[in-house]
C-alpha cells in the first residue's frame, strides 16, 4: 500500500524566502505522486504531477518538485513566497494505473509572514 | 475552465436522517470519486465510480453509503442513517480517464447533530 508523509504540520516563512515543503512517500510500485493546495473555504487544487518522466516538475504558481528515488522524496519549493501562496498543501500518491485512487498525505499549513 | 460543481456548500442534519451530496463533475470526464476529509485530519478516499459501477471503495465506506449516477450529469453520494462521526468536508471529484489528475468540486460541509 502506498502513503505519504509530510514533515512539518505548520511552516512559516517570510515573504520573498525560499518556500520548502517536505513530502516522503512510501510506494510498492512506481508511483505516480501530486501536490494539491487548498485555499481557505476552497476544495484541492492539483499544484503539479510527476508520472515517471522529467525528475524535476514545474507546476503552477512559480511552484516546483524533485522526484528523488533514492531518498523516496519529493518535496515542494518556490524560491519566493508570496502573501497568496498562504494555504494548506497537500502531497499525495498513486499507484500507477488503476482507477486513480490517490492517498493524501496530513497537509502542511503555509503561513506567509509580511 | 469547466469546474466540479457540488451541492449544497453547507448542509446541516440530525443524527439518523438521511442526506444526499450532489455533484456535478466535469462533462467529459468518466471516472468520478469521493472523498472526505474530517476537521483537522487528512482527505480520505471512500469511493470511486466507472461505468456505472464502484470501482473500488475503502472501509470507510459501508453499507451506509451509496454512490448514484442517475442521469448523464449527476452524481450522487447518499448516507442512509447519518452518524455524528459522519460530519466531515465532502469532496467530489472527476478524471478524463484512470491515469489523469483529479479535479475536486470545493466540497459539501456537512455537520451532524
Known amino acids: 500500500a502506498q502513503s505519504v508523509t509530510q514533515l512539518g504540520s505548520h511552516v512559516s516563512v517570510s515573504e520573498g524566502a525560499l518556500v520548502l515543503l517536505r513530502c516522503n512517500y512510501s510506494s510498492s510500485v512506481p508511483p505516480y505522486l501530486f501536490w494539491y493546495v487548498q485555499y481557505p473555504n476552497q476544495g484541492l487544487q492539483l499544484l503539479l504531477k510527476?508520472?515517471?518522466?522529467?525528475?524535476l516538475v514545474k507546476g503552477i504558481n512559480g511552484f516546483e518538485a524533485e522526484f528523488k528515488k533514492s531518498e523516496t522524496s519529493f518535496h515542494l519549493t518556490k524560491p519566493s513566497a508570496h502573501m497568496s501562496d498562504a494555504a494548506e498543501y497537500f502531497c499525495?500518491?498513486?499507484?500507477?494505473?488503476?482507477?486513480?485512487?490517490?492517498?493524501f498525505g496530513t497537509g502542511t499549513k503555509l503561513q506567509v509572514i509580511p | 475552465e469547466p469546474e466540479v460543481t457540488q451541492t449544497p456548500s453547507h448542509q446541516v442534519t440530525q443524527m439518523g436522517q438521511e442526506v444526499i451530496l450532489r455533484c456535478v463533475p466535469i462533462?467529459?470526464?468518466?471516472?468520478f470519486y469521493w472523498y472526505r476529509q474530517i476537521l483537522g485530519q487528512k482527505v480520505e478516499f471512500l469511493v470511486s465510480?466507472?461505468?456505472?459501477?464502484?470501482?473500488?471503495k475503502s472501509e470507510i465506506f459501508d453499507d451506509q453509503f451509496s454512490v448514484e449516477r442517475p442521469d448523464g450529469s449527476n452524481f450522487t453520494l447518499k448516507i442512509r442513517s447519518t452518524k455524528l462521526e459522519d460530519s466531515a468536508m465532502y469532496f467530489c471529484a472527476s478524471s478524463v480517464r484512470d491515469n489523469s489528475p483529479l479535479h475536486f468540486g470545493n466540497g459539501t460541509r456537512l455537520t451532524v447533530t
Open positions: 499525495a500518491v498513486s499507484d500507477q494505473g488503476g482507477y486513480q485512487k490517490v492517498t
Open positions: 465510480f466507472y461505468n456505472n459501477e464502484i470501482s473500488e
Open positions: 510527476y508520472t515517471s518522466a522529467a525528475t
Open positions: 462533462s467529459n470526464h468518466l471516472y
